[in-house]
C-alpha cells in the first residue's frame, strides 16, 4: 500500500496557513499519479485546488481518522508529523482540557494559566504503584516511573523539565519533589522531605521574578539532587544553580520587577523586627521601582514574607541567619538609592550627607569615607607606581551597580549552600534522584549574553537527548528482534563546537576579556574574522552590533553590546577590599578567599556551578562564560550517568488566557524543545507499533469467521496482515508487537471504517426493504377492500328494480321448497343405509375390542407374575448383600458398645473413689471444727467459773465487811461529831458508786445479749445444714431418676437391635457366619465375665479402700477386715454383693454411732454416707446394665437361631446353647430384681437414719436453749446480789467512819472488775471473728461443694452458666482460648463465638466470688492477648473476623448482663436472674469497644488490600459484554511496558469471589448482620471510588461502550447483594457516583435538553468531576461524536449553582464510622459446654 493510494475521497489534509500554521481540508476526488491538482474543500466550505508536481508530486501531509485524534501518546498517531503532533495537543487541551500528553519518552505540558485540582494527595496515591501508560499522562506518572526504575534498576534517575519562561517549569519541578515527598517517607525524624519542599518558597523568593512573559519566573537554572537509602526513602538532598540573572538586580524592563524578596521584605517594613533596617515602600528604592508596577495580581508579598520565614526556620536556618540575609538584602535597597552627582571633568562625588548611604554603611559595618573613595576612583598599577585616578559619573554608576549584583550573587550562593547544609542527615546515601529546572530556548528581540549561555545550554541537552532517544529506538528494536536501519537524525555537534570549540565564539570571548582596552566590537570584529567560513554563523545584513547563529530549533541574532561585561563580571578591587574589611562577619566571609570543599562530610557531592571569587588578581579570575562551561559539562556527566526523564512545558498563548491556543507560538516551541525531533524519529522507521492482543480486538471485524476462531491469536494476526496489505515493508512482526510504517494504521482504520460501513449499508438496506414491503402490503390490502366495497355498490346500482325484485323473490321461495324435499327425500335413505352400517360396524368394534382386552388382560396377568418374580429375586438378592453388611457393622458396633461401657464402668469406680476422698476431706475439716467448738465451749465454761469465783469472793468480802462494821460500831459515838461534816461528802461517793454500778449492769445486759446471738447463729448454722442435707437428698433422687431414664434409653436401643436382629432371619447362607459370630460372642461373654470378675475385685478392693478411709479412726483393724469381702472370686455373684452391701451397712451404722458423738459434723456425715450409699447404687446399676445388655444380647441371638432353626434344621446344636442363655438371663433377671428390692430397703434404712439424726439435732438444740435459760438465771441472780449490795450501801450512810475505807476497797473491786470485763470483751471479739472465719469456710466448702455436684450432673437447668478456675489457670485459659485457638476448627466444630461465651463464665465467676483482682486480671489478660493475636495476624482477614465477631459478642455479654434496663428488654427471666452482682464493668466495655472498632479497621485494611488489585482490571478493562468494547493504540508509554500475555486476569467473578469469599468468612465466624453489612458497605464505597477515581484519570476509560460495561458489572454487584440478602446494608447507594458517571458517558451529550437532564439526574457528582468527564469523553468508533466545548459550557452554566466539592476524585481511603449496636443473645449459658479440643479441662461448669 503506498502513500498515494491513500489520497482518496473522504479523506482529509492539512494545508500550510499563515494564521492557523496548517488548515485541515477534506479530499473531494481520488488522486491519481499524474494529477497536477488536488481537488480539496476546506472546512468552511470554500474550494480549494492544491497544485502538485507531476514529475515529483509532494503532498500535502494526511491527516489522523479521527478516532485517533485525542490519544494519550502523539506516537500513537498514524500520521506522524507537526500538523497531527500540533492538532492533537489542541484537541486535548481546548477541548478536553487536559494539559498533558506523552510523545514517546517525552511528558508535554502545556500551562493551562488556571489551578487545576489534579495534584491532591489522592490523586499521588492513585498514581503511585501504577504502570506509565495505565493512566493518564501527568507529572506524577513520570515521577512515578522514575522512581520504579530507580528501585528495580538500582541506577540514579533525572528528570530534566525545560521550557520557555512562563511555560511552567517551576510548577512542574515543584510538583515532581512534592511527588517524591508523598510517595516516600524519610527514614531519618527530621522529615527531610518536608524540608525538600520547604526550599522551594526560598529559592523562589531569591530567584524568580515577574517579566512580561511570567509572573514567577525563574532567573536561574537549578538542579536538585534528592538523595534516598537502600530502602529508597528520601535521606538527603542538594541543590547546585546555574547562571542566576545578576543584572536584574539593578536593571528591569518595563512591566518587570525585580526578584520577589525584595518586595517582601519591603511590604514588612512597619514591623517591629525590620525597624532597625530603615526600609521604605517598594516604589521609593531605584531598584524596585524600574519596572513601574511593583505590585503582582492575585499575590500578597507580606504573605509570601511570612511563608518565606516560616521556610527558614522549619530548614533550621535560624533567626540570626535570617536576620544577617534581610540586613544585606536592605544594604542591596538602600546603595541603589545612594546619589552619584557628576563633578565635571570626568569626576564624580557622593555627597557625604546621603542618608542611604549612611544605613548602608551601618548596616554592613564598613566605613563610608572608603566605600565613596572607591565608588567615585580607581586605583591603577603601574610599573612603578599606582595612581588614583577619579572615574565619571556613568563609571561610579556601574561600579556601584557592580558591587550590588556581586553582593546579591554572593548570598544567593550562601543561602543555597545554607540550604545544602540543612538539607544533608546522617546516613548513607544509596541512589538519588535529580530534578532539573532550567530555562528552554529562547529569542527575543533583543538576545544577550543570558540568552546565547540559556542557548548553549539548550544545544547541549538537546544532544543528549537526541542520543538518548536514539539509544532506545535501538533498544526497542533489538528486544522484538526487528532488523536494525540507521536511523538520519539531527546531530547539533556543529553548533556546539563553533561555542565551546578552540577558537570559537566563548573562546573568543574570553581572550577578547584579557584585554583591558578590550571591546564588544572588537570582539565581534574578531567572529567575523574568525567564523566567517562557518556556515551556522552568520553576519547580519543590516547591523554590525550583532551576529547569527543557527541553532537546532531557529536562528538568533545575538547583540554583542554588554557580552565582555557581562563575561568578566568585574568588581573594582578595592571595593573588594573595603567590603572585606567589614565589621559585619556575615559579609566579611563573602569576600575571602576560601578553599572550596568538593565533598561534604557525608560523602554527597556539592559542586556549585559558581566557584568563589578570587580577588588576587583580576586578570586570573574565571570568566562567566568558562564557569558555566564549566558547570554544564559537570551537569551534562551527571545526566548521562543516569537515566533522564524529560518533561518540555508549553507556553500556549503570550497573554496568559486560561485555556487559549495559539498554533504559532506553541509549534514554534515544540520545534525547540526536541517534540518534533522526536516524531521525526520515529516516524523514520516504523511508527506505530501495536500488540497481537490489541491488534486482534481492534481489528477482528477484518478477519473471516474461520480465522477470527483460531486459538492462535498471534498467527491469526500475521495471516490477516499478509492478506490485507501486500508489502511486507510495510510492516514487521516482533516478539510481542507488529511494527507499521507511517500510514499503514490509517490505511487499516480505512478498511475498517469501509467494512463498518459496508455492513451498516447492509442492515440499512434490508430494514427499509423489509419497511417499504410491509407498508407496501398494507396499502394494496387497503386498496383491494375499497375497490370490493365500490364494485358491490357499481352492480347493486345496475341490476335492481321493482319487477326484478318480484321475480327473484319467487324463485327463491320455490327454490326454497323444492331444495328442502329433495334435501330429506337424500337425507332419509343415507340415514337409513348409514344406521344399518353403523350397527353392522359397531358389533364387530365391540367384537374385535372384547377380544384385544382379553388378550391384554392375560397379557398383564403373566407379565404381573413374571415381574413379582424378577422382583422377589432381585429383592432377595439385594437384602442378602444388605443385611450381610448391616449385621457385620451391628457386630462390630455392639463390640463398640462393650469396650465403651466397660470404659463408663471404670470411670464409676474412678469417681467413687474421688468422691470417697473428698468425703474423707470433708470429715476431717469437719472434726478440726469440732475440736475449735470443744475449745470455745472450755473457754465458756472457764468464764464462768471466773464469774463464779468472783461471786464467791464478793460473799466474802461481804461477810468481812460486817465483821469490821461491828467493830467500828464501838467507835460510832466518837466520830458522831464528824459525821454531820462528812455527810455531804459520802451521799457524793455513794451517788458515784451507784453510777459504776450501773455501768457494770450494762456491760453484763451487753454480754447476755452476745451469748444469746452466738446461740441464735448456732441455731441458724443448723437450720442450713438441714436445708442442705434435703436439698442433697433431692438431688440423689433426680439421680436416680436420671439413671432410670437412661437405662429406658438402653432398652429402648436394645429393642431396636432385636428389631434390626428380626430382618436377618430369613438369610439362610449366613448361618455358617452366624454361628462363627455366635461362637465369638460365646467367646466374648467368657471374656465379659472375667472382665466382671476382674471389676468385681477391682470393685471389692475399692470398697475396702472406701471403709477403710471411712473407718480408719473409728474401728479397729479386725472390725475392718470382717467388714471387707473376702472371697474375691465369688465376689460377682449375688450374694457376694449382698454381703459387700451388709459390710457397707455396718460400716454406716458404725459410723453413725461415731457420728452421735461428734456434735456439731453429723449432718456432713450423713451427706457422705448418701453420697456413698447412691454411688454404690449407681455401681451397681452400671453393673446390671452391663448384665442386662449382655442378657439382651444373649437374647437377641437366641431369637434368630431359633428363627433360623424353624426355618433350617441344620442347626439343632445351637438351640442348647440358647436355652443355657436363656437360663442364664433368667438368672440375671432374678437377681437384679432381688438387688433392686435391697436397695430400696437399704434407702429406707439410711432414709430413717437421717430421719433419727435429725430428731437428735432438735434435742440438741433444746439443750443449747435450756442452757441459754440458766445463763439468764444466773444473770437474775446477779443482779439480786446487786440490789442487797445496794441496800447495805444504804446501811453505810450512816457509818462515817467505815465509809472512808469502804470507799477505797470498792474503787480497787471495781477497776478489776472493769479489766475482767474488758478482758471478757475482746475474748468475745475473738469469738466473733472467729465464728465468722468458720461461716466463711463453711460457705466456700458449700459452694465448692455445689459446684462439684453441678459438673457430675448432667441436667443442663442445674447449671449456673459459670465457669470456675484457679488463679494459677489464668494464663493457660488466656493461651488457649485466644492466642493458641484456631478460626478454622472452632467455625466448622463448635459455636463461632465459643470463645466469648466461655470468657464471660468465667467473668461471672470472677463476680460471684466479689473477687476484684481477679476480675481485673481476666480483662486485663484478655483484652492484651487480643491484641497480641490481631498485631500478629493483622494480614489475615479470617483471624480478624473471627477476633471481631468473638469481640463483638463478649461486649454485647457485657451489657446484657449488665444489669442496665435498656439491655434487659430481650432477656429471658433466666437471663435476668444471671446478672453481674457486684461490679460495674462500663470501663471495660469502653475498652472492648475500641478494640472492636480497632480490629474492625484492621479487617477492612486486609480486605482492601486483597480486594484492590482486582478493583480496575475486574470494573473496567475486563469486557464483560464481549464484543462491546474494542482497543484502540496506546502510544509507546504503554506499549514500552507491553509483554504479549493471553493468560487469564481479573474479572468481575473474580471481585465477586472474593466478596464472597469475605461474607462467608464472617458468616461462619457467628458475625452480627449489622457488623457484616459495615463490612459490605466499606467494601463496595472502596470498589466505586477506586472505579470511578480510574476513570478520571484515564481518558481511554471515558467512552460509550465503557459506559455500558460499567452499568453491567454494577448490575452484577446488585445481583450478589440480593443473593446474599444484603440490600439493607446501603452498599449500593456508595455506588452511585459511579453509577452516574457510567450514565453519563452513555447518554446523549449535544442538545440543550441533554444539558438539563445531565445538570438534573447528576447529582452525587460535583460540577468538577461532570465537566472532567465530558472533557475526555473519547469516541471508539467514527460514528461517535466528541463532546462540543459548547455543550459543555452549557453545562458549566447549569451547574452554577450546583453545590459540590471542587475534588476532582473520590476519597478512596475515608471509612464510614463504625458503630456496634446491641444485640441480645438468645443463647443460654447454663447450656454452654467447653469441648475437650480446647483442652480446657481446668475450668468447672458451676
Known amino acids: 500500500m503506498t502513500l498515494l493510494e491513500l489520497y482518496t475521497k473522504y479523506n482529509r489534509v492539512w494545508i500550510p496557513d499563515a494564521e492557523q500554521v496548517w488548515k485541515s481540508a477534506e479530499i473531494t476526488r481520488d488522486f491519481h499519479s499524474g494529477d497536477d491538482v488536488l481537488e480539496l474543500l476546506f472546512e468552511d466550505g470554500t474550494d480549494y485546488r492544491y497544485p502538485v508536481d507531476t514529475s515529483q508530486p509532494k503532498l500535502p501531509p494526511l491527516r489522523n481518522p479521527d478516532i485517533l485524534v485525542g490519544e494519550n501518546d502523539l506516537t500513537a498517531l498514524s500520521y506522524l508529523h507537526e500538523p497531527a503532533v500540533l492538532h492533537n495537543l489542541k484537541v486535548r487541551f481546548v477541548e478536553s482540557r487536559i494539559i498533558y500528553t506523552y510523545c514517546g519518552i517525552i511528558l508535554v505540558a502545556v500551562n493551562p494559566y488556571k489551578q487545576l485540582p489534579i495534584y491532591g494527595d489522592a490523586i499521588i496515591h492513585a498514581y503511585s504503584g501504577q504502570n506509565m501508560g495505565d493512566m493518564d499522562p501527568h507529572i506524577f506518572s513520570v515521577a512515578e516511573e522514575a522512581y520504579k526504575q530507580m528501585a528495580r534498576n538500582h541506577k540514579n534517575q533525572s528528570i530534566i523539565v525545560s521550557g520557555e519562561s512562563g511555560a511552567g517549569k517551576t510548577v512542574s519541578a515543584r510538583y515532581a519533589m512534592r511527588y517524591f515527598a508523598v510517595v516516600s517517607k524519610s527514614g531519618s525524624k527530621t522529615r527531610v522531605e518536608d524540608k525538600v519542599l520547604a526550599s522551594n518558597p526560598i529559592t523562589e523568593a531569591i530567584g524568580n521574578a515577574k517579566t512580561t512573559r511570567n509572573d514567577n519566573s525563574s532567573r536561574f537554572g537549578k538542579y536538585t539532587e534528592i538523595g534516598f537509602d537502600r530502602k529508597y526513602r528520601i535521606i538527603g538532598a542538594n541543590m547546585r544553580t546555574y547562571l542566576l540573572e545578576k543584572s536584574r538586580v539593578v536593571f528591569q524592563a518595563e512591566n518587570e520587577r525585580n526578584y520577589h524578596i525584595f518586595y517582601q521584605l519591603c511590604s514588612c517594613a512597619d514591623l517591629v523586627e525590620f525597624k532597625n533596617l530603615r526600609l521604605l515602600s517598594a516604589d521609593k528604592f531605584r531598584y524596585t521601582c524600574m519596572g513601574g508596577d511593583i505590585t503582582i495580581e492575585g499575590v500578597v508579598d507580606k504573605k509570601d514574607m511570612e511563608e518565606t520565614r516560616r521556610t527558614f526556620s522549619l530548614l533550621g536556618l535560624k533567626e540570626d541567619f535570617q536576620s544577617d540575609v534581610f540586613k544585606v ?132 541537552l538537546q544532544q543528549q537527548f537526541n542520543l538518548h532517544v536514539f539509544k532506545l529506538e535501538q533498544e526497542e528494536y533489538m528486544k522484538e528482534d526487528i532488523p536494525w536501519t540507521l536511523i538520519d537524525f539531527y546531530d547539533n555537534q556543529p553548533v556546539i563546537d563553533l561555542i565551546e570549540a578552540k577558537m570559537g565564539i566563548l573562546d573568543l570571548l574570553d581572550e577578547e576579556c584579557l584585554f583591558p582596552q578590550g571591546t564588544d566590537q572588537s570582539w565581534l570584529q574578531k567572529l567575523y574574522n574568525y567564523l566567517d567560513a562557518n556556515p551556522l554563523f552568520e553576519k547580519p545584513r543590516l547591523s554590525n552590533e550583532a551576529f547569527v547563529i543557527q541553532h537546532f530549533a531557529d536562528k538568533v541574532e545575538y547583540q554583542c553590546r554588554g557580552f565582555l561585561e557581562k563575561n568578566r563580571d568585574a568588581l573594582y578591587e578595592e571595593l573588594v577590599n573595603t567590603m572585606g574589611t567589614s565589621k559585619f562577619l556575615f559579609l566579611r566571609d563573602f569576600f575571602q578567599e576560601k578553599e572550596q570543599n568538593t565533598t561534604n562530610s557525608k560523602g554527597v557531592k556539592v559542586k556549585p556551578a559558581r566557584p568563589s571569587l578570587k580577588p588576587a588578581n583580576k586578570q586570573l579570575r574565571t570568566s562567566v562564560g568558562n564557569k558555566f562551561c564549566s558547570s554544564l559539562s559537570l551537569l551534562m556527566e551527571t545526566l548521562n550517568a543516569t537515566t533522564p526523564h524529560y518533561v518540555r512545558c508549553i507556553k500556549p498563548n503570550d497573554e496568559k488566557r486560561p485555556f487559549e491556543y495559539d498554533s504559532g507560538r506553541v509549534v514554534q516551541q515544540l520545534r525547540a524543545c526536541g517534540v518534533l525531533e522526536t516524531i521525526r524519529i520515529s516516524a523514520q522507521s516504523y511508527p506505530s507499533r501495536w500488540t497481537y492482543i490489541e491488534f486482534y480486538s481492534r481489528y477482528s471485524i477484518l478477519m473471516s469467521h474461520e480465522e477470527a476462531n483460531l486459538r492462535d491469536k498471534k498467527q491469526t494476526c500475521k495471516n490477516v496482515l499478509q492478506k490485507l496489505i501486500q508489502d511486507s515493508n510495510q510492516y514487521k512482526f516482533g516478539r510481542t508487537k507488529i511494527f507499521f510504517r507511517a500510514g499503514q494504521v490509517a490505511y487499516l482504520e480505512k478498511l475498517r471504517l469501509d467494512r463498518l460501513r459496508a455492513a451498516c449499508v447492509t442492515i440499512q438496506k434490508h430494514l427499509r426493504g423489509w419497511s417499504h414491503r410491509r407498508r407496501y402490503l398494507r396499502v394494496r390490502e387497503a386498496a383491494i377492500i375499497i375497490q370490493q366495497y365500490i364494485r358491490g355498490k357499481r352492480t347493486i346500482r345496475k341490476t335492481v328494480s321493482a319487477v326484478m325484485l318480484k321475480q327473484g323473490w319467487a324463485a327463491l321461495v320455490i327454490q326454497r321448497h323444492w331444495r328442502g324435499y329433495r334435501m330429506r327425500q337424500v337425507f332419509q335413505v343415507v340415514r337409513l343405509a348409514s344406521i344399518t352400517i353403523q350397527a353392522f360396524t359397531r358389533g364387530w368394534m365391540a367384537r374385535k375390542r372384547y377380544k384385544k382386552m382379553m388378550e391384554e388382560h392375560k397379557a398383564l396377568v403373566l407379565q404381573k407374575y413374571a415381574r413379582a418374580w424378577l422382583a422377589r429375586r432381585r429383592f432377595q438378592t439385594m437384602r442378602r448383600l444388605v443385611l450381610n453388611v448391616q449385621l457385620s457393622y451391628r457386630v462390630q458396633q455392639l463390640r463398640k458398645k462393650i469396650d465403651e461401657q466397660n470404659k463408663e464402668n471404670r470411670g464409676l469406680m474412678e469417681r467413687l473413689t474421688s468422691l470417697a476422698n473428698s468425703n474423707s476431706q470433708t470429715v476431717e475439716r469437719l472434726q478440726s471444727l469440732e475440736a475449735q467448738l470443744t475449745k470455745l465451749t472450755t473457754q465458756k465454761a472457764s468464764l464462768e467459773e471466773k464469774e463464779r469465783k468472783a461471786k464467791e469472793e464478793a460473799s466474802l468480802t461481804i461477810a468481812r465487811l460486817q465483821k469490821e462494821i461491828e467493830a467500828l460500831s464501838l467507835e460510832k459515838q466518837n466520830l458522831e461529831k464528824k459525821f454531820d461534816v462528812s ?270 439424726k435429725f430428731t437428735e439435732e432438735s434435742s440438741q438444740r433444746r439443750l443449747f436453749e435450756e442452757r441459754a435459760r440458766e445463763l439468764e438465771e444466773a444473770k437474775e441472780e446477779l443482779q439480786g446480789r446487786i440490789k442487797e449490795l445496794e441496800e447495805e450501801k444504804d446501811h453505810l450512810r450512816r457509818q462515817q467512819l467505815m465509809e472512808s475505807e469502804v470507799k477505797g476497797k470498792l474503787r480497787e473491786e471495781t477497776s478489776r472488775l472493769t479489766a475482767e470485763n474488758m478482758d471478757f470483751e475482746e475474748q468475745l471479739d475473738q469469738k466473733d471473728r472467729l465464728i465468722k472465719k468458720l461461716q466463711s469456710q463453711i460457705k466456700c466448702l458449700e459452694i465448692s461443694s455445689k459446684a462439684k455436684q453441678n459438673s457430675v450432673s448432667v441436667i443442663p437447668k442445674e447449671y449456673l452458666g459459670m465457669l470456675e478456675y484457679q488463679r494459677d489457670d489464668e494464663s493457660r485459659l488466656i493461651q488457649n482460648i485466644i492466642l493458641d485457638l484456631k478460626p478454622k476448627g472452632v467455625a466448622v466444630s463448635m459455636i463461632p463465638t465459643l470463645p466469648a461465651y466461655i470468657l464471660f463464665m468465667c467473668v461471672r465467676h470472677a463476680d460471684y466470688l466479689n473477687d476484684d483482682r481477679k476480675l481485673k486480671s481476666l480483662m486485663n489478660g484478655m483484652i492484651v492477648a487480643v491484641k497480641k493475636v490481631i498485631t500478629a495476624h493483622h494480614k489475615d482477614a479470617e483471624f480478624l473476623s473471627f477476633w471481631l465477631s468473638n469481640t463483638h459478642q463478649l461486649l454485647n455479654c457485657l451489657k446484657q448482663y449488665s444489669g442496665e434496663d435498656e439491655f434487659l428488654k430481650q432477656s429471658t427471666p433466666r437471663q435476668k436472674k444471671n446478672c453481674l452482682q457486684h461490679f460495674d464493668l462500663s470501663e471495660h466495655r469502653q475498652i472492648l469497644s475500641d478494640l472492636a472498632i480497632h480490629v474492625y479497621h484492621q479487617l477492612i485494611s486486609g480486605m482492601q488490600k486483597t480486594l484492590t488489585p482486582a478493583i480496575v482490571p475486574g470494573m473496567l478493562e475486563h469486557e464483560s459484554l464481549q464484543g462491546i468494547s474494542s482497543m484502540k493504540p496506546t502510544g509507546f508509554r504503554k506499549r514500552s511496558n507491553s509483554v504479549y500475555n493471553d493468560s487469564e486476569s481479573y474479572t468481575i467473578s473474580s471481585i465477586l469471589q472474593l466478596l464472597s469469599i469475605f461474607h462467608s468468612t464472617m458468616s461462619h465466624h457467628g458475625m452480627e448482620q449489622c457488623l457484616i453489612n459495615q463490612v459490605v458497605k466499606q467494601l463496595f464505597f472502596l470498589v466505586g471510588a477506586t472505579t470511578f477515581n480510574h476513570i478520571m484519570l484515564r481518558k481511554d476509560m471515558c467512552s460509550c461502550r465503557k459506559g455500558m460495561q460499567i452499568r453491567c458489572n454494577i448490575s452484577y454487584l446488585e445481583e450478589w447483594l440480593k443473593e446474599k440478602e444484603l440490600q439493607s446494608s446501603n452498599a449500593i447507594k456508595t455506588l452511585r457516583p459511579l453509577t452516574q458517571a457510567a450514565w453519563l458517558l452513555q447518554v446523549s451529550k449535544s442538545t440543550d435538553e441533554d444539558a438539563k437532564e445531565i445538570a438534573e439526574k447528576c447529582t452525587e457528582l460535583s460540577p468538577v468531576q461532570i465537566v472532567k468527564i465530558l472533557n475526555s469523553y473519547t469516541p471508539i468508533d467514527d460514528f461517535e461524536k466528541r463532546v462540543t466545548s459548547s455543550f459543555v459550557r452549557r453545562v458549566q452554566s447549569l451547574l452554577q449553582d450546583h453545590e459540590g466539592s471542587t475534588l476532582l476524585m473520590l476519597d478512596s481511603d475515608y471509612r464510614f464510622q463504625v458503630t456496634f449496636p446491641f444485640c441480645s443473645s438468645s443463647m443460654a449459658l447454663e447450656s454452654v459446654q467447653v469441648p475437650t479440643s480446647l483442652h480446657l479441662d481446668f475450668l468447672t461448669r458451676i
Open 983 to 1252: 455527810i455531804k461528802e459520802a451521799k457524793e461517793s455513794f451517788d458515784q458508786i451507784k453510777r459504776n454500778l450501773l455501768d457494770e449492769k450494762e456491760n453484763e445486759a451487753r454480754l447476755r445479749k452476745i451469748a444469746e446471738n452466738n446461740t441464735e447463729i448456732q441455731r441458724q448454722d443448723h437450720e442450713k445444714e438441714l436445708e442442705t442435707l434435703k436439698e442433697e437428698i433431692k438431688r440423689l433422687k433426680e439421680d436416680r431418676v436420671s439413671l432410670q431414664r437412661k437405662m429406658e434409653e438402653g432398652a429402648q436401643v436394645n429393642s431396636e437391635l432385636q428389631e434390626q436382629v428380626v430382618q436377618l432371619t430369613k438369610h439362610v447362607k449366613v448361618i455358617p457366619e452366624l454361628r462363627r459370630d455366635l461362637n465369638n460372642m460365646q467367646n466374648q461373654r467368657n471374656s465379659l465375665d472375667r472382665r466382671m470378675k476382674e471389676q468385681s475385685e477391682q470393685a471389692a478392693d475399692k470398697v475396702k479402700k472406701i471403709i477403710r478411709q471411712l473407718l480408719g479412726d473409728v474401728v479397729e483393724k479386725e472390725k475392718l477386715l470382717g467388714l471387707a469381702p473376702v472371697n474375691f472370686e465369688k465376689v460377682y455373684d449375688p450374694d457376694d454383693l449382698l454381703a459387700t452391701f451388709e459390710g457397707l451397712h455396718e460400716a454406716a451404722r458404725i459410723l453413725e454411732s461415731h457420728q452421735r458423738e461428734l456434735r456439731e459434723s453429723h449432718e456432713t456425715q450423713v451427706e457422705g454416707l448418701v453420697l456413698k450409699a447412691d454411688l454404690l447404687q449407681n455401681e451397681n446399676s452400671k453393673l446390671q446394665n452391663l448384665f442386662q445388655e449382655k442378657i439382651n444380647v444373649n437374647e437377641d441371638i437366641h431369637q434368630e437361631v431359633s428363627r433360623l432353626s424353624s426355618e433350617n434344621s441344620v442347626i439343632p446344636e445351637l438351640k442348647q446353647q440358647v436355652f443355657e442363655l436363656q437360663r442364664h438371663k433368667q438368672e440375671l433377671e432374678g437377681f437384679v430384681k432381688e438387688q433392686s428390692r435391697e436397695l430400696a430397703e437399704k434407702n429406707t434404712e439410711i432414709t430413717n437414719i437421717l430421719q433419727t
Open 329 to 460: 538584602l536592605a544594604a542591596i535597597l538602600h546603595l541603589g538609592n545612594v546619589e552619584i552627582r557628576s563633578s565635571g571633568d570626568d569626576k564624580s562625588s557622593v555627597p557625604s550627607n546621603d542618608p542611604h548611604l549612611a544605613v548602608f554603611c551601618d548596616l554592613l559595618g564598613v566605613k563610608a569615607e572608603e566605600l565613596v573613595r572607591w565608588l567615585c576612583h580607581r586605583r591603577i598599577v603601574l610599573v612603578a607606581e599606582a595612581v588614583v585616578k577619579p572615574v565619571p559619573k556613568e563609571r561610579a554608576v556601574n561600579a556601584r551597580d557592580a558591587l550590588a549584583k556581586q553582593l546579591y550573587a554572593h548570598l544567593f550562593d550562601c543561602i543555597i549552600n545554607r540550604i545544602n547544609a540543612a538539607l544533608q542527615v546522617p546516613g548513607k546515601q544509596h541512589a538519588f534522584m535529580g530534578v532539573l529546572d532550567i530555562y528552554g530556548f529562547e529569542t527575543f528581540d533583543i538576545n544577550s549574553f543570558e540568552q546565547f549561555c540559556i542557548n548553549y545550554a539548550n544545544e547541549k
